[in-house]
């Protein structure tokens, strides 16, 4: 079947400018992660949400980042007034609630000129 | 705070021989401990994973080698093919949710001919 999608795959704007990010999870799973991966380093969480329940938004670095989830299935992240360290490969993950297995999308690579 | 800790940050070695990358964590509250394998320009995808109830899950050259007192645990890729030349990223998770990964910082395995 088909896994997680992710569009644009490649985003490059200008410093100031705010960018979305669109996530297309596996069809049925009901948890959807939001990480980060910068050059070089590991992912880093930013955001997940499961079924209805109110997102856990714990590692959004500021309040320049927000994300919401439609229908309980597609995702967009929004980074808004984007400063170069948000350069970045953003990467969305689904999973079913009971399996916890992270399936990862192949990610959107952000850069901020 | 870096709660999952991994090494080597780099790793080369000669096809036919064995791989062993290294993680050791913090957090007790951590149940779950998947590798992933990601290459260039892709998500990561999920190799394999450890319950801290078992001290060593194989599946196929793969095998987790867990130590719950030690607080670490490891990836051991045996017979190591060039197509195995990957970033590799150990991670963690609570147990009975399908909550948010913590990953390491990855390992580039590079195995040469």
């Known amino acids: 079947g088909a896994g997680v999608s992710q569009s644009p795959s490649n985003k490059v704007t200008e410093k100031g400018k705010d960018v979305e990010l669109r996530c297309d999870p596996i069809s049925g799973h009901t948890a959807l992660y939001w990480y980060r991966q910068s050059l070089g380093q590991g992912l880093e969480f930013l955001i997940y949400f499961q079924g209805n329940s109110a997102p856990d938004k714990s590692g959004l670095p500021s309040d320049r980042f927000s994300a919401e989830r439609t229908g309980g299935s597609v995702s967009t992240l929004t980074i808004q007034r984007t400063q170069q360290e948000d350069s970045a490969v953003y990467l969305c993950?689904?999973?079913?609630?009971?399996?916890?297995?992270?399936?990862f999308g192949p990610g959107t690579r952000l850069t901020v000129t | 705070q870096q709660q999952v800790k991994q090494s080597p940050q780099s790793l080369i070695v000669q096809k036919g021989g064995i791989s062993i990358i290294n993680c050791a964590y913090e957090n007790t509250a951590f149940d779950y401990f998947p590798w992933y394998q990601q290459f260039p320009g892709k998500g990561p995808a999920l190799l394999i994973a450890i319950r801290p109830d078992v001290s060593e899950k194989k599946e196929g050259r793969f095998t987790i080698s867990f130590n719950k007192s030690a607080k670490q645990f490891s990836l051991h890729i045996m017979d190591s093919q060039p197509g195995d030349s990957a970033t590799y990223f150990c991670?963690?998770?609570?147990?009975?949710?399908?909550?948010?990964?913590?990953f390491g910082t990855g390992t580039r395995l590079q195995v040469t001919l």
């Open positions: 993950a689904s999973s079913t609630r009971l399996a916890g297995e992270q399936y």
């Open positions: 991670a963690a998770r609570k147990a009975g949710t399908a909550s948010k990964l913590t």
